[in-house]
């Protein structure tokens, strides 16, 4: 085999394999290596990163087959349909997280995909009722529930053009329809004007699955036919998983039609000999089997019953024993045999629930890989709701990682901030409750954020901080002096529960203000934030940061964003009037009774007495002094944490925090 440039085949596939190159590549007589080769030269298969995290194609490695490309779901329009009266978002391939707060329709979303591609789903819940339609919609009057997918990536590769070929609107791209719209029959009765458009019910629509359309579909009327009627029977190779939230993995494993040993044995080129000396193997063990003593003399006693009590005219002959064996009664006898330190060959039911959960996840992935090289079939997509069900923060990671490896799209749902702080930034989509009827919507991928700005928040969106996908209004401070004292007292004093009202403080551990910031907007996360910030924008006590920051913050409010800023630090401005008291108690618990009488001091001596302003001035500076001095001295966040015990004794807020607070409760 002739010399390649090392700039060409090599370069694709190592993209393709997230950098590494097969070993198989490096053999020159390998014909995994040549199909690479002529692979990733073809212009039909040339990877597309499309800004994505996961390469949205992947060589597949399997005895020497290899692929480049898969087919993925690539833009979702829904009009109409439970909390989604407009939803228009693009996706790309890999893995995809669905976050936000509950009741946004994270679930709405998936079942939503499920209406026009899903054969498995019912054709009941097609037909919808009327919980199923927009609040805003009106269905009296002619109107239509729409659920459009877009498909990308299959040029090139033959079973997906069989697929989806008649359903192409582009080059590279497909659509397939489902639409719930008055019937044929009173669509023509309001055109001929033999019906007035008003006073239908839902018995005057139905639904129907189209391919293709010129049309797009956030522009289509409820009267305008586009594409043409799709069977089930053309869906048939398009295999579609969905994982609810509460699955019962463990009576799935044990349902050969709902465990994915089922469907890892129908993927599996077992040869007819081997089959046949299965079966042998079983009807030698039926036959030593039924020959015992025992079972023999129980059969026998079974007929004598039953022949004395039916008599002659009903009798039948009978015996004990298996049934004749097949190959299927083989399959459908097979079961999960498991191992460890303890026990052997023991079933999963002895198992909990999480790594029950993750060995049938496990087992659907085997089975979509090999249906990728099965010649029958025709893209895979993976709905799950809620993957880290009953698994701890480090399998949810583990779980995830798993799943971004593999070459097929999958769709999931979570309220884990482990997986989503896990998860590529440009992989997140976020519902989020704006107090209408309608979710907003947003794609990370097509935010307008700029890579670094991409690099900057994916180092900080950690475990912590990623709660700010799911909270509904956000407060950022910055460390964790601010989170332990801001909600207890803002509880104490104004009577709010922050949690209650939906908001999280998330602290970012420095002043980078501006990282976060750039998420907040409509074409991103359209959730309104509040940044409470000290004024000399110095880290505090465990900060990320070690240079104060330079950045004018003011520069950052906008639709979504306030700053409220005070002119010293957080510390120092809990010594004012109201708050002295509950500093008092604070600092006899640090161990600090000096300090202590010196605000009880101050206290008395402003309590009931209308002070000048130079003169409040002069007696709360030291106290200010103090409480910032007694901060470090024990640990900025460890004195927060000591004074939130006491919270009940504070009256009043720092002015910057309550206007802070105010604001986003008004929004």
């Not at 391919?211 to 009267?223: F, L, V, Y």
């Not at 869906?235 to 040993?261: G, K, Y």
């Not at 409470?532 to 913050?553: N, Q, R, V, Y």
Request: glycine share 6%.
């Amino acid at each position: 085999m002739s010399m390649e440039p090392a700039d060409a085949w090599q370069k694709t596939a190592r993209v393709a394999v997230g950098g590494r190159i097969p070993d198989c590549m490096n053999d020159p007589d390998s014909p995994a290596r040549a199909k690479c080769i002529l692979r990733c030269t073809t212009p039909t298969t040339t990877i597309k990163s499309r800004g994505h995290a996961n390469a949205s194609a992947r060589l597949l490695e399997d005895y020497g087959e290899t692929r480049l490309t898969l087919m993925y779901i690539s833009r979702i329009v829904i009009r109409n349909f439970r909390n989604f009266e407009f939803l228009d978002l693009a996706l790309g391939p890999g893995v995809f997280c669905i976050v936000g707060e509950n009741n946004t329709g994270k679930t709405n979303l998936l079942h939503a995909i499920r209406l026009a591609i899903d054969i498995s789903l019912s054709s009941q819940y097609r037909q919808l009722i009327e919980h199923d339609i927009h609040s805003g919609a009106d269905l009296t009057v002619p109107n239509h529930v729409l659920v459009s997918l877009e498909l990308s990536d299959y040029s090139g590769q033959e079973k997906e053009c069989a697929l989806v070929g008649a359903w192409e609107v582009s080059p590279d791209l497909a659509r397939i329809t489902y639409r719930f719209r008055p019937t044929r029959a009173v669509r023509e009765e309001i055109e001929a004007e033999e019906r007035a458009p008003s006073g239908l019910t839902l018995e005057d629509y139905n639904w129907e699955l189209t391919g293709g359309g010129g049309i797009d579909p956030k522009d289509a009327s409820w009267n305008e036919d586009f594409g043409h009627s799709v069977r089930f029977s053309d869906l048939q190779s398009f295999q579609v998983v969905f994982l609810q939230a509460l699955r019962d993995v463990q009576q799935d494993l044990h349902q050969i039609r709902t465990s994915p040993l089922g469907k890892l044995l129908t993927t599996s080129d077992i040869p007819e000999a081997e089959k046949t000396a299965l079966v042998e193997i079983l009807r030698a063990a039926n036959k030593s089997i039924t020959g015992k003593p025992t079972i023999s003399s129980t059969g026998k006693a079974i007929q004598k019953s039953f022949s004395s009590t039916v008599g002659d005219a009903f009798d039948i002959s009978l015996r004990l024993g298996m049934a004749d064996p097949s190959f299927s009664s083989i399959a459908r006898s097979l079961t999960i045999l498991l191992s460890n330190s303890a026990m052997s060959d023991f079933q999963p039911d002895r198992n909990g629930l999480g790594i029950n959960n993750i060995l049938y996840i496990s087992m659907l992935l085997e089975y979509f890989e090999r249906r990728v090289a099965s010649p029958n079939t025709a893209g895979q997509l993976l709905l799950i709701e809620e993957p880290e069900a009953h698994l701890h923060p480090q399998l949810q990671r583990v779980l995830y990682s798993a799943l971004a490896e593999k070459p097929f799209q999958t769709i999931l749902t979570t309220h884990s901030s482990h997986i989503s702080s896990h998860a590529p930034l440009r992989s997140l989509v976020t519902l989020t409750n704006t107090g209408s009827p309608a979710t907003a919507s947003a794609a990370i991928s097509h935010a307008d954020l700029d890579e670094g700005a991409v690099t900057d928040l994916e180092r900080y969106l950690d475990a912590t901080r990623s709660t700010l996908l799911f909270a509904r209004k956000v407060i950022l401070v910055e460390g964790p002096a601010e989170l332990f004292l801001i909600p207890p007292l803002v509880k104490a004093v104004l009577g709010v529960d922050l949690d209650r009202c939906g908001v999280s403080v998330v602290p970012i551990y420095g002043v980078h203000f501006d990282v976060y910031a750039k998420l907040f907007r409509d074409d991103c996360i359209p959730k309104f934030c509040a940044i409470i910030a000290d004024g000399d924008l110095k880290p505090s006590d465990g900060a990320e940061d070690t240079k104060p920051s330079t950045s004018d913050l003011t520069a950052l409010n906008s639709e979504y964003v306030r700053v409220f800023q005070c002119k010293t630090t957080f510390e120092r401005t809990l010594a004012r009037s109201g708050m002295l008291e509950f500093l008092a108690a604070a600092a006899t618990d640090c161990g600090a009774p000096v300090i202590a009488k010196n605000f009880k001091t101050a206290n008395a001596a402003i309590t009931g007495t209308k002070m000048e302003k130079a003169d409040l001035t002069a007696t709360l500076q030291p106290c200010a002094a103090s409480v910032l001095s007694l901060a470090k001295r024990t640990g900025k966040a460890r004195f927060a944490q000591i004074a939130s015990k006491h919270v009940a004794l504070a009256t009043a807020l720092p002015t910057y925090i309550q206007n802070a607070v105010t604001w986003l409760l008004e929004q």
